[in-house]
């Protein structure tokens, strides 16, 4: 009916179109969009409100009071010392990953696909494993009366177990084991796509293989190092299953100190802050480093 | 075979022979306590050992025979199932909105699917209990399955953008210009060619939700406590040998998701 309306009034069949695919073009635009509506409002309700309110609460006390004290009260030794013992955790894991992640990636980057595919399992398989799972394994390993003590013992080269889990050093070790294939899997990826001819170049130029690989492989890699690093580094700094059971309550961290704030004291205000804070480190160590580098930190991962 | 050329730089594998031993090292260091376990879950005697010197099923008896370990093997599953059908039906259409419409919006929306990957999980956890407690949805079924879906949804998004990205949407032009309407020629024409990508997502969904931890240990409780939940507990407060026998069979469940993912992008590659 609008057509012959329209029709009438002298319109030519191509402006016409054009208003109808126009009109419908917004539609369809509309329609598609609300697509994305059940599950980004579902994200709203469980994760975005919760931390909004979470934030709201951190400045109010336990009578309902305004106030500063819950961020204030961060400057105390005890929570000053969980900063200092999380980013010194985070940062020993970080760097032990990156000793025994990028051999381990340039090696596999080198072989053929075929190669390198069956080696990645030994990469993937703890990835597809449960933390948990993982963690009770280096428990048994690493305990009193775990493998590496009864077999030390046993064959006579120490006389005592050694403390090597509910510690720095057992829960440095799981969460090690646990963050490697964050490092390796991105690092891996941007390796791969790395030129070979590039190092043939190098060769032909009269680099030795060192200057070659400092030269340009090393640089050529570091997009991908740094996106690895980010990645581990944050989810070390809310890490809280590992350091839960294997730091034995000798190393405080970050995520623990907010679930103890909220099991043990129910102190909705010190917990929100904690978190609030622990939200705006992990956002920023994320925007600087996709600003320097220009990578997806998380693009990657799993 | 040892002085031969490795590369194009011409180092010869001998010259880089500590590169083989130090990688040989670190692969055995992320594998090995992902196998150990198993055989020390067969064994015979009060405690664990290696290698176990008698063999035995009595950790998988107490396990079955434990009605708490069974009631919360069967909540992680059916939480599990419930969170990948949800997940993954609500991550493929939006994946699929994201990546039909161009503009700022759809970017909106891609971080915002992003957001529960990037949020440190304990405060999910925190605010997840907080809103829950008022809802009454802490210790349901529901709650953890709503918690759970919000963390799967950016890896069925990221698995069905991935597989929408390499699949030309004229295809469905087509079906709809032949008659069928845009749910149809979605359904018949697009959903069986990215079926790989939204399987994919699916199992990355399940994993998620079926290896949580930390949210479940806030707000799952009483029946309703996942098996992660009772597996934390008893982990940090007594070191049972009945856990071998869980951890066993859930490194067995790993392996069967990870030959799955595996054949599902050998697959994807494929065509």
């Known amino acids: ?302 | 075979m040892l002085g031969r050329p490795a590369t194009t730089t011409q180092i010869t594998h001998l010259q880089r022979l500590w590169l083989y031993v130090l990688v040989g090292l670190v692969l055995a260091f992320l594998i090995i306590p992902c196998l150990i376990v198993i055989p020390m879950s067969f064994s015979g005697s009060q405690y664990l050992e290696f290698p176990p010197r008698s063999w035995s099923l009595q950790w998988y008896q107490a396990y079955l025979g434990s009605p708490e370990w069974r009631a919360a093997t069967f909540v992680s599953f059916r939480v599990a199932l419930l969170t990948t059908l949800l997940a993954t039906v609500l991550g493929t259409i939006a994946a699929y909105g994201i990546a039909r419409v161009r503009g700022l919006l759809p970017a909106a929306a891609r971080g915002v699917f992003m957001l529960p990957m990037l949020v440190p999980l304990i405060l999910v956890a925190i605010g997840c209990f907080f809103v829950y407690a008022r809802l009454g949805l802490n210790g349901t079924i529901l709650g953890l399955v709503l918690a759970h879906t919000v963390l799967a949804l950016p890896f069925v998004v990221i698995a069905v953008s991935s597989g929408l990205a390499s699949y030309d949407m004229n295809q469905e032009r087509v079906a709809q210009s032949l008659g069928a309407s845009r749910p149809w020629a979605f359904l018949t024409v697009t959903l069986p060619q990215i079926k790989l990508s939204v399987m994919s997502g699916a199992l990355f969904a399940f994993v998620t939700s079926f290896d949580e931890v930390v949210v479940a240990l806030f707000i799952s409780s009483g029946e309703n406590a996942t098996l992660t939940r009772l597996m934390f507990a008893n982990i940090r407060d007594q070191i049972d040998p009945t856990v071998a026998a869980i951890s066993s069979l859930l490194i067995g469940l790993s392996v069967l998701l990870l030959v799955g993912s595996q054949l599902l992008r050998r697959g994807g590659e494929r065509r």
């Not at chain 1, 941007?190 to 070659?212: E, F, H, K």
């Open chain 1, 1 to 302: 009916m609008t057509m012959a309306i329209d029709l009438k009034g002298g319109a030519a069949p191509a402006t016409l179109n054009e208003r109808l695919l126009k009109r419908h073009d917004r539609r369809e635009r509309t329609a598609l969009s609300l697509l994305t509506a059940p599950g980004a409002l579902l994200i709203l309700v469980v994760l975005i409100l919760p931390i909004g309110w979470l934030f709201w609460l951190s400045f109010f006390d336990a009578s309902g009071e305004p106030t500063l004290a819950n961020y204030a009260r961060m400057l105390r030794p005890v929570y000053v010392k969980t900063f200092i013992s999380t980013f010194q955790v985070a940062g020993l894991v970080t760097a032990a990953c990156v000793l025994l992640g990028y051999p381990v990636a340039y090696l596999l980057s080198q072989l053929s696909e075929r190669t390198a595919g069956i080696l990645m399992i030994f990469v993937i398989l703890p990835f597809w494993t449960s933390v948990l799972v993982r963690t009770y394994a280096w428990l048994v390993i690493l305990q009193r009366t775990g493998l590496i003590n009864t077999w030390l013992t046993g064959a006579g080269i120490i006389e005592e177990p050694m403390p090597l889990v509910h510690n720095l050093l057992g829960t440095v070790i799981g969460m090690v084991h646990v963050m490697l294939p964050f490092l390796i899997l991105p690092l891996y990826a941007s390796m791969r796509a790395i030129d070979p001819v590039l190092m043939r170049a190098a060769a032909n130029c009269g680099a030795t293989p060192a200057q070659a690989f400092r030269q340009v492989f090393l640089p050529l890699s570091l997009p991908g190092l740094a996106a690895g690093i980010g990645l581990v580094f944050v989810l070390c700094l809310g890490f809280f299953v590992t350091p839960a059971l294997l730091g034995g309550g000798r190393v405080a961290m970050w995520a623990m100190q907010i679930a103890d704030n909220i099991a043990v004291y129910g102190n909705w205000g010190a917990a929100s802050a904690l978190g609030v804070v622990l939200l705006a480190v992990t956002a920023l160590i994320l925007v600087v480093l996709r600003r320097i580098f220009k990578v997806d930190t998380f693009g990657g991962a799993r």
